[in-house]
């Protein structure tokens, strides 16, 4: 028995293993602990008024996620060309720096430049996911991606109610730098722990010469699902001081946390749905219960609905976010898989980047009210383009005239 542990304890990818999934635990809650509660850093540690409050966590939002997107093209051919090594310590090692800078800023302008900045080290988990599919047994792939979805599940979960109570504990600027201080050490054990590997480059990949229209109005549903959310969810703490202008941090943290907690706690469930209902029924059901959350939202006078609204977007998330996927690969040919899936990544990001900005125009011209209504019309609105989109074929037709499964 005890040899067992020894010899597993012996392979590399072991060791590996359990320190990646180790550090992407600690990059996600270091991060997640400190976004849901820049709005409020910025209103009440840096002195902005409400209105520029809105306007600044918008360009925070969104400038990462900008930024990261013109970029990622030039950090892919590098990583084809020097490793993946280098690019997985450029995005641990910067995002690091930037959280240890951000505890200095004295403004809101400074901490936009930083945020800014911060989109040259995005990707750190995407590089992870590629480099620990390189390193482990092929009989382990699997096994191993599922260990990084879980800590990934649990950091987006309990990073809000860990900064809800380290910030009023600490200072919003000290949990800064512990939160970099300890991403920085994690960095550090990657260096000299982790070796290189090259990233291959799909030189097979065939371009689809023009998109199917039901591809493009499943992607229009992606882009409407995503600009609401994200017009939402950085504005929590402030909705829900909105709400209740005595709630703590903690409160706060939770009403952000619950929604992964749901969506985390069905997602096993899902499987068994799509083969009951077909991933469109699923899709379309999910997409309805995320409308009738914003309703919800919308009408709630305490903190208490307010979270009642939010479990009810997790099931909703848990539900719309594998069948999205699902619906993409119907409609296109594998051959073409890899550009689909592309394309849907560059819509969600593009999302969170409009997202951002209308968050902050509603807040600022009706409050979280309006917010909630145009929320809950926007995902009312991409369940009829999903919906609409079945009412076109699938364009399943590979290039020699035959049909792929």
């Known amino acids: 028995m005890f040899g067992f542990f020894k010899d597993r304890y012996r392979e590399p990818s072991f060791s590996i ?20 509660f820049l709005p409020l850093f910025i209103k009440e540690t840096l002195h902005t008024g409400t209105a520029a409050t809105s306007w600044f966590t918008s360009l925070c939002i969104a400038a990462p996620y900008l930024v990261g997107m013109l970029i990622a093209p030039v950090w892919n051919r590098l990583a084809i060309k020097y490793g993946a090594k280098p690019w997985l310590l450029r ?49 382990k792939v699997g096994q191993t991606l599922g260990k990084l979805g879980v800590a990934t599940s649990l950091a987006t979960v309990l990073a809000p109610v860990i900064g809800g109570i380290l910030i009023p504990l600490l200072s919003f600027r000290l949990t800064l730098i512990i939160s970099g201080g300890l991403l920085l050490l994690c960095c550090g054990f990657l260096q000299f722990k982790l070796p290189n590997t ?153 999302g969170v980047v409009i997202g951002a900005f209308a968050g902050a125009f509603l807040n600022n011209s009706g409050g979280y009210r309006t917010m909630f209504t145009w929320a809950a019309i926007g995902y009312f609105v991409s369940l009829v383009v999903v919906l609409t989109s079945h009412l076109f074929p699938a364009n399943l037709a590979s290039e020699n005239g035959k049909i792929n499964s």
Do not use: C
Request: aromatic share 10%; no cysteine.
């Open 91 to 139: 995005a641990g090692f910067g995002s690091a720096i930037i959280l240890l800078l951000m505890s200095m800023v004295q403004n809101p302008l400074q901490l936009v430049i930083l945020k800014i900045i911060q989109g040259l080290f995005v990707g750190f988990i995407s590089i992870a996911s590629s480099i620990l599919i390189s390193l482990v047994p092929a009989a």
């Open 17 to 36: 293993t359990s320190l990646f999934v180790f550090t992407s635990f600690i990059f996600l809650v270091s991060w997640g602990e400190i976004n849901p």
């Open 198 to 350: 090259r990233v291959t480059p799909r030189s097979n990949q065939k371009i689809p010469r023009h998109f199917p229209v039901r591809l493009v109005l499943v992607l229009l549903g992606v882009l409407l699902i995503q600009i609401t959310n994200n017009s939402i969810t950085p504005y929590l703490a402030l909705i829900v001081r909105q709400i209740d202008s005595h709630a703590g941090l903690l409160l706060i943290g939770v009403t952000i946390a619950i929604t992964g907690v749901f969506s985390f706690a069905i997602s096993h469930s899902v499987d068994f749905f799509i083969n009951r209902w077909s991933s469109i029924g699923l899709l379309a059901f999910a997409l309805l219960l995320g409308t009738m959350s914003y309703v919800v939202a919308a009408l709630s006078i305490t903190v208490l609905a307010l979270i009642l609204s939010r479990s009810l977007l997790g099931l909703s998330d848990a539900g719309h976010n594998p069948t999205i996927e699902i619906e993409v690969s119907k409609t296109i040919p594998h051959s073409q898989l890899g550009s689909a899936f592309a394309l849907l990544q560059f819509v969600q990001s593009f």
